[in-house]
């Protein structure tokens, strides 16, 4: 695949000129300031030689403007149409939140909703565990539809982690603490 920008009509006819007066490949190079390869891939092209060119394949159906926008998608993980066979899926790692847990939780917004100073003794702490090996839990994947799911393994042992601790509270944030890996309740 090419890297460099490719060569100007302009700098393609000075390449013909050159070469007609008998110039080497590696001296009309640093004449235009591009790569050997670029002058030696267009004096035995075909089309430089006079001959018809032919495109193997399939001949492409997007245009470049039609495929940005597809790239955008799939770079997101939204869907591309309804009538694909490919959809973006996450791992599954838990079971989904049950009426009686999403029940618990408006519960507990209607009791605290009107605490105002209250809030100024609070503070609220977590913790993750970052895999070494891998996601935990959070991968996600291209699933064809008439393919069979993909599973995501690890293994047995474990490639290590580590486990972060951090807080906030109405006067700000607490610095992050690195807890050992082997560390009970």
């Known amino acids: 695949m090419p890297t460099g920008k490719p060569l100007s009509d302009y700098q393609l006819g000075q390449v013909d000129l ?3 007066q008998g110039t080497s490949q590696s001296r009309i190079s640093q004449f235009l300031g591009c790569s050997q390869s670029a002058i030696s891939n267009y004096l035995n092209s075909k089309t430089h030689q006079g001959l018809e060119t032919t495109s193997y394949g399939h001949p492409k159906i997007l245009t470049p403007r039609d495929e940005r926008p597809i790239c955008k998608l799939a770079a997101t993980g939204q869907s591309l149409t309804n009538n694909t066979d490919l959809e973006w899926r996450k791992n599954l790692t838990q079971p989904p939140l049950t009426q009686c847990h999403k029940d618990a939780r408006l519960e507990f917004a209607r009791k605290y909703m009107s605490w105002d100073k209250e809030w100024q003794k609070v503070i609220f702490t977590d913790e993750k565990k970052l895999n070494l090996d891998g996601p935990d839990g959070y ?3 291209w699933h064809h539809l008439k393919k ?17 601790w951090g807080g906030f509270g109405y006067n700000g944030k607490t610095e992050l603490a690195s807890i050992p890996p082997r560390t009970d309740s």
Do not use: T
Not at 148 to 164: D, H, W
């Open 18 to 20: 050159l070469r007609e």
């Open 148 to 164: 069979e799911p993909e599973i995501f393994s690890k293994r047995q042992a474990g490639g290590g982690s580590v486990m972060l």
């Open 139 to 141: 991968s996600y994947y």
